[in-house]
C-alpha cells in the first residue's frame, strides 16, 4: 500500500480544503473474482458488450428507482452539500464533494437518457461511458460510505448513497466487482455470517462466554444458540462474536436479557445481521440475506426478533426487513418487528427493571458517536429523532460521566467514522484514515475539554473502523466501546435474588 | 404582422413543449416505483408531518438553511421575488384583473429588484467559490445569464423604454382565444418574450426539474413507519425470488 499522511487535527471543526483534483483518483479497492462474483450472480470478469449492459442496467433502474429518476434530473449545482462529506474534508479531493460524486454517473445520464446530453453534452456536462469513466466510477464509488450526510443538506433531498448504489450495482452488472464487499456476502449465503464462523465454531464461542462471565460475576449467564422455543430471536453483527470491544456488547446483551428474564437465541442460520446487498445496491442479494432471518425466526418458533448493535443493519432491519422478509404476522404482535437492542434496555430502564450501579463506569468519562445508519436512516422508539435519544439516555443511565461533542457533528449531522458503507478493508487504509478526520477532530476536543476518555457506538463498522484509526490520530485503540459494555460493566446481576 | 404570428407560433410551439415535457417527465417520476423506505431520519411518522416537512422545503428551503447561509439567502430572495413577479403578470392574461393581482403590483415591482440581486449572487459564487465553480457546467452559468437577461429586459421596459402593455396584453389574451393581434415592434420586449420562451422550452430538459422534483424525492416525501405499515411495491426483484418454503406467506 503507499504512505500516506494522517491529516493533522487543527481545530474542532474542519476547516474546508483547497480543492486538490484528482488526488485520491489511485485509491481503489481490489477487484472480485469470479468466484467471489458468481454467487451473487454477477458476471465474473468485465463482460463484452459492457457498455451496452452498463446503459441497459442504468435504464432499468431509473424505471425501477423513482429515487434515482429524480435525484438524476434534479441537482441544480447549488453547491449545498459540496464541503459536507467527510471523504472530501479528509482529503481535499473535489471528487469526493458529494454533487461532484454523483456528476460521475448523471454525466453519463445526461448523455444517454436526455435531449440535451445527447446534442450538447459539452454544454451539459454529459460524458461518454468509456473505461476511463469506468474507473473513475470504481475509485470515487468507493469512496463514498453511502452515509447520507449530503441528503440531509440537499434542498431537494438528493441522497449520494443511492447513487452510489446504484453505480455499484450497475458495476457489478457488468462484472467489475468489489472483492471485499462481495466475498463477505458469498459466506452469508454458504455459512450464515460475513466472517464465515460454522455453526460449532459458534457454539464453541458462545460457551466461552458463559464461561467468562460466570469466573467473572458468579452468574450463569446463558448465550444460547439455535434455541428452539425462545421468545426472542437476537440477530447481531458477527464481529459481536469476538472482535474487541464489539462482544462485550455482546456479553451486555446476554446480562441485560437474563436480567429481565426474557428467553432468547442467537440463530447459527442467521448469525449476521450485516448486510452488504445494501452496500452493493443489489436488492436482490440483500433480499436473499434478510430471508435468512425470517427463515431462523420461524424455524426457531420465537415471538420477537432483536438486532443487536449494527449501523446499516439495524437501516436494514427497521427500514427494509419488513419489506424484503415480511409480512410478520406470525411474531407476537406487541412489539414492533423488528426491536433494537437499544429500545430493548432502555423500556427495561424506564420500568425500572434493571438494577444499575453507575459508578462501575466512574474510570469512563464517555462521548457517543452516532452511527451515520442510525441516525439518518431509521428511527428507534416511536418519535422521531429517539435514534439519538435512546442510546444517550442509556448511557447516562449507567454513567456518571457523559458528554456530547459539538451539535454539527452529532444527531442528523453525525461524521461517518470513516470506514461504512464497505469500505473497511485494509486495501482502503489511507482512505479510511482521512474519511475519519472530522470525526477525530470533534472527539478531540472533548478530550481536552471535558476529559473524555472513551466514545462509546452502536455500530460494528464503527468500532472495527475506530479500532484501527484511533492510533493514527494519537487515541488509544480501545477508547471505542460498545454501549452494552457499558451497561455490562454496570447492570447488577441476581440482586433481587 | 409577420412577427407576430412568429411570437404566436413561438409561444405555442414553447407552451406545447413546456407542458408536454414536464407531464412526460412527471408521468416518469409518478410511474417509477419507489421501492424502499429512504426517508432521510428523523422523519415525519404521519402524512400530515410530511406534508408539513414538504411545506418547510418548498416555502422556507430547510434543508438549504441549514446548509449554508449565503445560498439559502440568495436562493431564496430570487425564488420568492420570482413568485411575486409571476403573479405580477397575471395582469397580462387575465380580464378583468383580479384585486389580489392589483394589489401585489408595486411588491411585483421591487421583486424585479430583489431578483436580479438574487440571481447576481448566486452568479458570484458560482464564479467566485471554488467548490462552486468546480461543479458548474457552461449550461449552469448560461442557465443564470438567461434568468438574469429575462429579469433586466423586463426592468428596462419599466424604467427605460415603455412598451405597450394594452397591446401586448390584448396579443396574449388574443393567444388564448387563438386569435392574433399585433405585437408592438419593441426590441426589449422583443428579447424578453424570445427569453422567456427559451425558458420554457429548456424547462423540462434541465435542472429546473428540480421544481417538481422535489416534490417526488422519496427522502422528503416519505412517511417514516416501516414497521408499522409494510411498504411494497410491485417491481420485479421484489416479487420475482421465491418465498421460503417454510414461509408464513398465505
Ligand atoms: S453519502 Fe456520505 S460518503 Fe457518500 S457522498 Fe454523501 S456525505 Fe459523502
Ligand atoms: S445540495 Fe443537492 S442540488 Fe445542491 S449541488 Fe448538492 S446535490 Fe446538487
Redesign the interface.
Known sequence: MAKFETPEIKDETVDIPALQTGVMSHSKPYVSQDKFQAPLGFPGELVDNWKDVAINKLGELLETNRALQVFMDSCVKCGACTDKCHYFLGTSDPRNMPVARQDLLRGVYRRYFTLPGKYFPKLVGATDLTEEVLGEWYSYFHQCSECRRCSVYCPYGIDTAEITMATRDIMNAVGVGQKYSNEIIGKVFKIGNNLGLPQPALADTLLGLEEDVKDETGVDVRYPLDEKGAEVLLVTPSADFFAEPHVDGLIGYGKVFHAAGISWTLSSHASEAANFGLFIGSAENMKKIALRIREAALDLGVKRIIFGECGHAWRVAYSYLNTLAGPFDFLDPRYPVPQHICEFTYDLIQRRALTLDKSANDHRRVTFHDSCNVARASRMGDMPGGQFVIPREIIKAVCNHYYDMAPDTIGEATFCCGGGGGLLTDDLMELRVKGALPRMSALKSVVEEHGVTHMAAICAICKSQFAKVLPYYGFEMDQIVSVHQLVSDAIVLDAKQ | MFVTVLFALLFYVATAILLVGLGV?IA??AR???????P??????TRG?VVLRMGT?VFL?N??F???KW?WLF?IVFHVALALVLLRHLRYFLDPVPTWVVMIQPFGLYAAFAMVLGLAGLWV??IF????R???????H?MLALLLGIALTGLSMTYLWHTDITAVKLFFTGLMRFEFNPLPLQPMLLLHLLLVAGLMI?FP???L??AP??F?????NQV?N???K???TK????TA?ER?A????K
Do not use: Q
Open positions: 417527465r416518469g417520476y417509477a416505483p419507489a421501492p424502499l423506505k429512504i432521510t431520519t428523523p422523519a415525519p411518522t408531518g422545503e428551503f434543508s438549504l441549514k446548509a449554508n445560498i436562493g459564487r458560482r467559490v471554488e467548490r462552486i468546480y461543479i458548474s457546467s457552461p449550461s449552469d448560461l429548456i430538459f434541465s435542472k426539474l428540480h422534483g422535489v417526488f424525492s422519496p427522502t422528503r417514516d416501516p414497521r408499522e409494510r411498504h411494497v417491481v420485479k426483484w421484489m425470488s421460503p417454510t414461509g408464513g406467506d
